[in-house]
């Protein structure tokens, strides 16, 4: 099985477009590397690839990426898109997709609806555009010699899809709003978390198999936008939960023994930043930080 | 009056991802330049910028654009957008212009409906961005030191909101689905109009007053597509008029006497290919082609 990442980012990228933290300034100054939005690509052959979640910088990450470039005059080498939520950073880049190219779009449901309910996604033509839901914990193949079993983790819907109530931030919800892959290739297998707001013990347990794990590492602390004084929003606002801290990803996780990636880093996240106390943390603890072009083979 | 062309391709970009024609291959292969699409900036004191259309690829578009970064952490010089129809080229990049930034989005009550309808929009926070509608042939302020009135040119509805009725390409209509901005700085005129399906003699006589006119090159010919192989659509179909013929836009706007400038032009348009006879044509007819990057004082 091959990966790339195609984009490391989460919601916004790095820089984002209104932000001048310390993070997206560096890297506008070109001091650290920037990041395009939440993004993989994976393939059991180098040939047929499968996009998990599309994000609203896809235009750019195909074209920085040959393996998906066309192959002829309008033969992409992209299968399937399968989409863990409908999030904006997951599901903008549908709306690239367009122009008359055949895949599949698998999401639940649920995120099936979201989509549905927003007419302008009528850009994908139905007639080359099979929307295909996921059957939580059952396996489908969107290739062949991949098999894919989606998961419910703890999460919660888009912000964009809150009710009025959605005032103050609600327990994780466990339900087709915010899915887990479990991706299986010949010899190997991938779980991809993109979000997650809250590692239960199931999780741990559930999560032993894996060859790789990539990760939601959207914050350090569930306060870093507060820390970085760029917003009041919580990681745990945002169905995001903590790389740090002990009930934090990384002390959850700290059992495993497989290769672990976070993913679906946010701007403000210190982490980002070459010797950051937090990045040799996570080091120490095992843990990599994923990067736009990352290429991994299992 | 100072202008940047963010993008000057049209939906899909150069290169545009599924697409393997001569133009697409050469753009990947870096023998022509590439474009990201429809989006031009404007300034009365290159301090607070308006928007003309919000493109898919609006991200990697103010990165690339100095003037454009945010000011302190959070303070983006980016005051206000104005979309002249609801094509996805035009209006995917409202999604990007999330996280908390305010401005105001400018369009007539057709678009705004449309964006309306579709709850994904619903990540630009009511309380920081202003809906402002447009009254088509009144003129308002986007920012002090600019008069923009808007005014109907001859269009369609975008793809996604055609009815099942819409088989056959229908006679352009004149409404507020597809406008013209007419944009007064204190010393000159621009007329911008990236998309536009005839030249009646109405809006001949009306560019007139024009000092500078961005004009819609999304295809040479009616059948660009079919010529590149690349599709059966025509220009009639997407509502952009061709710029050869005799009712094309070079000779019917031949009149004009101000700097022209062809924008929005299409990855299959012959003219993006140097050398290219078309493009010699439309040189010695006294037209440019915009590209991405390019700055015009007047």
């Known amino acids: 099985m091959y990966i790339k990442i195609l984009g490391a980012g989460a919601g916004g990228g790095l820089p984002q477009w209104n932000c001048g933290c310390r993070n997206c300034t560096a890297a506008r100054q070109g001091q650290i590397a920037p990041m395009t ?59 690239t997709l367009r122009e008359k190219s055949p895949f599949t779009l698998f999401a639940t449901s649920a995120t099936h609806q979201t989509i549905a309910a927003n007419t302008v996604f009528g850009v994908l033509d139905p007639a080359l555009v099979t929307r295909q839901p996921i059957t939580l914990d059952t396996a489908f193949a969107p290739l062949p010699g991949l098999s894919v079993t989606a998961y419910a983790v703890p999460g919660k819907v888009p912000l964009y899809a809150e009710d009025a109530s959605y005032d103050h931030p609600r327990p994780p919800q466990l339900g087709e709003e915010t899915i887990a892959l479990r991706i299986a290739g010949e010899k190997s297998v991938l779980h991809y978390i993109p979000g997650c707001a809250a590692v239960p013990d199931w999780l741990c347990d559930r999560l032993r198999e894996a060859d790789l794990l990539l990760f939601d590492g959207t ?80």
């Open 37 to 95: 939005q939440s993004c993989v690509a994976v393939s059991p052959d180098k040939r047929n690839w499968v996009l998990l979640n599309a994000s609203p910088d896809i235009r750019t990450q195909l074209q920085a990426t040959p393996a998906l470039h066309p192959i002829g005059l309008r033969d992409s080498p992209l299968r399937a898109v399968i989409v863990t939520n409908g999030d904006v950073d997951h599901i903008a880049g549908l709306l």
């Open 219 to 298: 914050v350090w602390a569930d306060d870093d936008m507060q820390t970085s004084r760029t917003g009041q929003k919580t990681g745990a606002r945002m169905g995001h939960m903590a790389m740090s801290g002990p009930q934090g990803s990384v002390a959850r996780l700290s059992l495993l023994t497989c290769r672990r990636v976070f993913t679906h880093i946010n701007n403000t996240n210190p982490v980002l930043m070459p010797g950051a106390p937090q990045r040799a943390e996570l080091r120490s603890a095992g843990w990599e930080l994923a990067h736009d072009g990352m290429e991994i083979a299992l």
